[in-house]
């Protein structure tokens, strides 16, 4: 979670943007929101604007040519150094945003700027800026009670649970281009827009990015490039993801040359594994380091697809997830089979 009980909106700014190509206003606001003296309302917005981030995944403002030109960096960076200029900030910021929304699937509506203060980050107390759009309305019922019965009314509003786009830019890194967490729930087309056009990020080099995608790597080499090259079993392969986890589960640091000694063990599946990786950073133009701190969260999000099952037709799956000695594979007659020896049945 971002917030604490120590955590407060300072300042707040909302402007509404429409989408320019299909001649909707910018609606500028005259001044800052007057109402973040409402304790229980800057709660409530609190509430809405920071619960939605679950993703581990960081990034950081960038731009291919020089950081300063990304416009959300410099302005940003502005309310950093002098928060009373949040106001005149913010309209900047709506006006890069509308300048953005050319394509028709955008969506218009309410475009937040918050200056928060004590937010939390990685267990690091920091002030921050948040970013945030609502476009989705719903309707919603009212029930008044009144001296003929109950009244009953629709309103369309927003819903307080569900954030559609949203960007707390922490007051780290700066030269970097700061520590960023995205919160999109809109489509491709709208995502694009919003943390490319708008934001335009690329993901943080941190411990979380480094396991992410070496755990994503060795997945995809074992599932579907190991078999092209050599004669492995699906059994062989599920014994591989699962001494793959396990090595990032029980490793604080992950090294290539320890993870291909304990893992991979033999020199030409070393080789094959080692042009593999090559090629899968030039494919995704990343950049998976030799040696990196090994983020437990990322091994706990990566864990849910190192799932080691063997499907058999349409009639078995087979889960392995401990000693590769204990399952034979064969044919006879009746078609190909797997042994499995076991001690205790539940």
């Known amino acids: 979670m971002l917030y604490t009980e120590d955590t407060r909106i300072e300042a707040l700014a909302v402007h509404v943007v429409g989408n320019q190509s299909k001649d909707e206003p910018l609606l500028v606001s005259p001044g800052l929101s007057p109402q973040t003296s409402d304790e229980e309302l800057m709660r409530t917005l609190t509430s809405y604007f920071l619960d939605g981030f679950k993703e581990e995944i960081l990034y950081n403002l960038h731009h291919e040519s020089d950081l300063s030109c990304n416009e959300v960096w410099n302005f940003v960076g502005r309310i950093f150094d002098a928060p009373s200029t949040l106001y005149e900030n913010s309209v900047n910021l709506a006006r890069h945003l509308y300048a953005c929304g050319t394509l028709p699937q955008i969506k218009g509506g309410e475009f937040y700027v918050v200056c928060f203060r004590n937010c939390r ?36 509003g927003i819903d307080i649970k569900h954030l559609d786009k949203g960007a707390v830019i922490f007051n780290l890194d700066r030269d970097e281009g700061f520590v960023v967490q995205i919160v999109d729930n809109t489509n491709r087309t709208e995502a694009r827009y919003w943390i490319d056009d708008f934001l335009h990020v690329r993901e943080r080099q941190d411990s979380y990015h480094q396991t992410h995608n070496a755990l994503a790597m060795c997945k995809k080499y074992v599932t579907k490039h190991l078999a092209r090259e050599f004669d492995v079993s699906k059994a062989d392969q599920a014994e591989l993801l699962n001494e793959t986890m396990n090595y990032f589960r029980e490793q604080d640091n992950f090294s290539m040359s320890d993870f291909s000694e304990r893992v991979i063990r033999q020199p030409e599946v070393a080789e094959s594994f080692a042009r593999f990786k090559q090629a899968y950073e030039e494919e ?18 990566q864990a849910r697809a190192y799932k080691s099952v063997i499907k058999l037709d349409r009639n078995f799956h087979i889960y392995i997830h401990g000693n590769r000695d204990l399952i034979e594979q064969g044919q006879d007659e009746k078609g190909k089979y797997y042994k499995v020896y076991y001690q205790e049945e539940e």
Not at 132 to 142: P, V
Request: no cysteine; glycine share 8%.
């Open 121 to 156: 980050d990685a267990g690091e107390t920091v002030d921050a800026v948040g970013l945030f759009k609502s476009e989705t309305r719903d309707t919603y019922l009212d029930a008044r009670p009144e001296e003929q019965g109950v009244r009953l009314a629709t309103h369309q």
């Open 284 to 301: 995704r133009d990343i950049r998976i380091e030799d040696e990196f701190g090994i983020s437990d969260a990322a091994v706990k999000r």
